[in-house]
């Protein structure tokens, strides 16, 4: 059974690193994982997407293992702007199914 | 100029009746989708369309119907609505790229729909 597998919540502090991981098994092997981020009373917003390795663009870091059964999103050094709801989203081999991980609240504090 | 767009941002009906819910992109993408966000968040796919052509069609009740006049719009009409319709429905668009199916996609800014 397909399933994207998120923690519901996070806790950070201004300044630390933010690492979320998302867990995905049996995932289409040609296509991204990627990742967004939510703000209330908004529309997803993409952060990054990646298909193996380690990907970085200027807000985020994306690591996937090998076996591409997990992701981790690292957000360096939040700020308070970055409280919001984090969701990843693979495309399953099961009739390419997209489907999105429960979201990851994050609250930073200062 | 918004890339997204839904109209109407709210809609609030009565339980029987039929809406619908228009989505436009001006991004020159060829895959569109419509999500449902309920109470506690929780994302679903519901239809993609690639080229006006159907490509996912999730679980969903046949009340609800998308219609593809062209690459730029993905309409979603709902019949017989029912107080469990209740959400944000999100509209988006991506571009697809090789054996990429799915990369970046563009979400609107929802439409919450409130049936009474």
């Known amino acids: 059974l397909a399933k994207t597998t998120q923690p519901i919540s996070m806790d950070s502090y201004e300044g630390q690193e933010v690492n979320i991981t998302c867990s995905h098994n049996n995932i289409a092997t040609n296509d991204y994982i990627t990742w967004y981020q939510q703000f209330p009373s908004q529309g997803p917003r993409f952060i990054i997407q990646?298909?193996?390795t380690k990907v970085t663009n200027e807000v985020a870091s994306l690591f996937i293992p090998a076996d591409r059964k997990s992701s981790t999103l690292s957000l360096p050094r939040v700020s308070l702007s970055d409280t919001a709801v984090y969701y990843c989203l693979p495309r399953y081999n099961q009739g390419g199914k997209l489907i999105f991980g429960q979201g990851t609240e994050l609250s930073v504090k200062p | 100029d918004t890339a997204v767009s839904q109209t109407p941002k709210y809609l609030v009906t009565q339980m029987g009746n039929d809406k619908s819910i228009k989505c436009e992109q001006n991004l020159g993408h060829d895959t569109m989708y419509w999500y449902k966000q309920d109470s506690k968040k929780f994302l679903k796919i519901m239809f993609s369309?690639?080229?006006?052509?159907?490509?996912i069609n999730e679980t969903v009740p046949n009340r609800f119907s998308p219609k593809s006049p062209d690459k730029a719009h993905l309409n979603l009409h709902i019949n017989s609505l029912e107080l469990g319709d209740s959400a944000v429905y999100f509209c988006?668009?991506?571009?697809?790229?090789?054996?990429?199916?799915?990369?970046?996609?563009?979400f609107g800014p929802g439409t919450r729909l409130t049936v009474l």
């Open positions: 369309y690639n080229n006006k052509e159907l490509i």
């Open positions: 990646g298909y193996k």
């Open positions: 988006a668009s991506s571009q697809r790229t090789g054996t990429r199916s799915y990369n970046e996609q563009f």
